[in-house]
Nanobody
């Protein structure tokens, strides 16, 4: 298991930017695929982005392509989510998660989760 702690989210205006980070401790960070998921009020948790162990492969959910970028720094045991051109529909609790598979977009593959951080985008 790996322990994950997300940075504090925040309130941003539509069109603005925010970067989330997630620090990992425990087993070797570079052995995990890392992902970001989000859950809006009244909706199910949904996939946002994922990055492979080395960072060589990334996946993004269609609604965030071209706006959000996932990256990782294995030397710092940290994964990031850079969010640009944000929209009110991006408002959600954002979770980072770790998986033992090479890369995945399915929440069921992720066995370790952070506590979540609130991101609110105002119109």
């Amino acid at each position: 298991q790996v322990q994950l702690v997300e940075s504090v989210g925040g309130l941003v205006q539509a069109g603005g930017s925010l970067r989330l980070s997630c620090a990992a401790s425990g087993r070797t960070f570079s052995s995990y695929c890392m992902g970001w998921f989000r859950q809006a009020p009244g909706k199910e948790r949904e996939f946002v982005a994922a990055i492979s162990r080395s960072g060589g492969s990334t996946y993004n959910e269609d609604s965030v392509k071209g706006r959000f970028t996932i990256s990782r720094d294995n030397a710092k045991n940290t994964v990031y989510l850079q969010m640009n051109t944000m929209k009110p529909e991006d408002t959600a609790i954002y979770y980072c998660a770790a998986s033992n598979v090479y890369i995945s977009t399915w929440y069921g593959d992720f066995g370790s989760w952070g506590q979540g951080t609130q991101v609110t985008v105002s119109s």
